[in-house]
């Protein structure tokens, strides 16, 4: 199997298994994450068309490393894999922060809980 | 025009998903740590497959539509860009699609994902907020 199309197929299974079995994000299972990957997909047809399209090509793949199929504007098919592992990975790590964020200001505004907050934060300290 | 065409190109993603944030209140560029701690968690195994591609000859850069600066000699600027500037998209893509949704029907899946997801209330742009929420 070429090398690109190869690296693209392991991208994807490891972003789906880190969605849906490491990290357990899940986002996988919400209609937000398809809907968003959609309209992504979409766009990515003019922008990579743009970078990939054979008359004045600005990133220039070696056929060799490819399944050699082209879609759209010449843009590699596994470039739709790539902004897939791409979108998921990106979604994944902001609602991971998203989560620890909530907490710290949940925990901000209650005085009562301070103390034990700041235990915890050395340096940081509180304010 | 034409060493310009790849920054052309996330310039202009960037103008077309900027409404997402200003209009629709998506709260990505609001949030800056968070977005840079994202960017910079996610996208460093993209940069280094990037390279890894460069290096084993999978794909190059035509030096007629960059600008020419090249990072360590083998990155142009406008490719490491491009690792900035589309998971920018997808977040702003992501959070108005939650917003939107919410308000369209708030009692509905998206505005239960936007609950769970955002950590933040899902209605509201940028002026709306504080009133809704008292």
């Given at each position: 199997m070429p090398e690109y199309t190869l690296l693209t197929a392991l991208a994807v299974v490891l972003v789906v298994t880190l969605d849906?079995?490491?990290?357990?994000?899940?986002?996988?299972?919400?209609l937000g994450f398809w809907l968003t990957l959609t309209i992504m997909w979409v766009f990515q047809i003019p922008v990579d068309g743009w970078l990939?399209?054979?008359?004045?090509?600005?990133v220039r793949y070696d056929e060799r490393h490819f399944s050699g199929i082209r879609v759209?504007?010449?843009?590699?098919?596994?470039d739709f894999g790539f902004g897939f592992a791409m979108v998921l990975a990106t979604l994944m790590v902001w609602t991971v922060l998203s989560g620890r964020s909530t907490r710290a200001e949940q925990r901000r505004p209650r005085p009562a809980a301070r103390g034990e907050a700041e235990a915890g934060m050395g340096a940081q300290g509180g304010a | 025009m034409e060493p310009f065409h790849y920054l052309l190109v996330l310039v202009a993603c960037l103008a077309v998903t900027a409404p997402l944030e200003w209009v629709i209140g998506a709260r990505v560029y609001r949030r800056p740590r968070r977005l840079a701690l994202t960017l910079v968690i996610a996208m460093t195994p993209f940069v280094i497959w990037d390279l890894v591609g460069i290096a084993r000859g999978h794909w190059d850069f035509s030096p007629r539509y960059t600008?020419?600066?090249d990072l360590g000699g083998v990155m142009p600027l406008e490719e490491l860009l491009f690792f900035v500037v589309i998971p920018i998209c997808a977040l702003l893509t992501h959070q108005a699609v939650l917003r939107l949704g919410a308000r369209l029907r708030p009692h509905g899946r998206l505005a239960d994902e936007a609950q769970r997801l955002g950590?933040?209330?899902?209605?509201?742009s940028r002026r709306g907020e504080g009133a809704r929420r008292a």
């Open positions: 849906l079995v490491v990290i357990r994000t899940r986002l996988l299972a919400t990939t399209r054979l008359d004045a090509a600005i759209f504007f010449d843009s590699p098919i596994e | 600008l020419g600066l950590g933040s209330p899902a209605t509201g």
